[in-house]
């Protein structure tokens, strides 16, 4: 077959799957518009004010049995198993030198985490992941910002996209990938397509994520994946969008980036690492920004998960927690909700006065073990 014969098949592909979101553009776009101020402020609200956990809850040597090398824990995600409604489990990343593993841990109180074990390791030589793998961008049963992050099985397994490197040898060795894994037990991960699913090598690649592409998030809505993803283009990382209907093969949206830096604000360098929930009648991101001296917790709105309004106002500052711990950069963030409390609680990668671990932010104060 001729290329014409692809080019017009990858058109009327894109096409398809773009058809119902522009459909909705026309209505949701100007609603879009009207997110003004006072309504970010109204919607932000709940996630300001925040209380210090004063340590890391996973430092920065964890001391993994049998990955004793491993160090500077990152990129947090708890979630949840059917039927363990007691216990949360947290997916995290460590750095050994060469590149990066992913472990999980477990809680029963989500402040002590245990149990640290390898969840998904080094790809094979001369691959796409094997400079190390970071999954965590997991199928949910539900996305309320609210509800528990009850990971979904579809065809059996449970799933995750994950972001990857191909070479071994030092920290995040350009350029990145993203890849799609799947478990049985929702520990133990392993590819499900041996090739990436976003690559700086893709015809649609854009000059903004030309360099780099890094960490994924997964929403399913309306029968449709999104893919929100973070990637470079020289010093500067901006967020775009994805979108598939079977997990393994996916499609530029035409609009990227959909977080863009702005000039002078807390995210004019980097707006990285989005997680996305579903916040009543909208949907609210938290990203990372660099910018004005720090990495910082930021958040953006959107109506119809494809044009969002960035707050300009962090929601947490680097240098916020009083020990010191996150003094140069808090990012990376893990939202989840306990009912018993009426608390939400936050992890994030806090880089300070003990290292790179993974630091707890909570809405209320915690009561004393």
């Not at 309320?144 to 994950?162: A, I």
């Not at 609009?255 to 997680?275: M, T």
């Not at 880089?351 to 671990?357: L, T």
Request: with cysteine; hydrophobic share 35%.
């Amino acid at each position: 077959m001729n290329k014409h014969f692809w080019t017009n098949t990858t058109w009327i592909l894109a096409t398809w799957l773009w058809a119902p979101t522009a459909m909705l553009h026309a209505a949701d776009e100007a609603r879009n518009q009207d997110i003004g101020r006072e309504a970010m402020d109204q919607w932000s609200a709940p996630y300001r004010g925040w209380h210090y956990h004063p340590d890391h809850v996973i430092p920065a040597q964890p001391k993994i049995p049998g990955h004793e090398k491993f160090h500077s824990t990152d990129c947090p995600c708890v979630y949840q198993l059917p039927g363990q409604g007691d216990k949360w489990y947290m997916s995290f990343i460590a750095f050994n030198g060469q590149g990066y593993n992913s472990f999980v841990a477990e809680s029963t109180d989500l402040v002590r985490w245990t149990n640290p074990r390898l969840a998904m390791g080094f790809g094979p030589p001369n691959e796409f992941d094997h400079g190390g793998c970071v999954i965590g961008a997991f199928l949910y049963e539900s996305y309320d910002v609210k509800t528990p992050r009850l990971l979904k099985k579809r065809d059996g397994k449970y799933w995750s996209l994950y972001g990857c490197y191909p070479r071994q040898g030092g920290y995040e060795l350009r350029p990145g990938y993203e890849g799609v894994a799947c478990s049985e037990d929702g520990l133990t991960w392993r590819r499900a397509k041996n090739a990436p699913i976003l690559s700086v090598q893709d015809s649609d690649c854009g000059t903004w994520e030309k360099d780099c592409i890094y960490q994924p998030w997964l929403v399913e809505h309306s029968g449709r994946f999104f893919n929100f993803y973070n990637a470079a283009n020289g010093g500067i990382e901006q967020t775009g969008l994805a979108l598939s209907t079977d997990l393994l093969n996916w499609t530029r949206h035409p609009a990227n980036p959909v977080i863009r830096n702005r000039p002078g604000g807390y995210d004019e360098r980097f707006c990285s690492d989005p997680k996305v929930f579903r916040d009543g009648d909208h949907w609210t991101m938290f990203y990372f920004g660099v910018g004005r001296g720090g990495a910082h917790v930021m958040a953006a709105f959107s109506r119809d998960l494809t044009h969002w309004t960035a707050h300009p106002e962090p929601l947490y500052k680097a240098g916020g927690n009083p020990s010191g711990l996150d003094k140069q950069y808090a990012h990376k963030i893990s939202l989840v909700y306990r009912p018993q409390n009426e608390t939400f609680y936050l992890y994030y990668c806090a880089c300070g006065s003990q290292g790179r671990g993974i630091g707890l932010i909570t809405s209320k104060p915690l009561a004393a073990p």
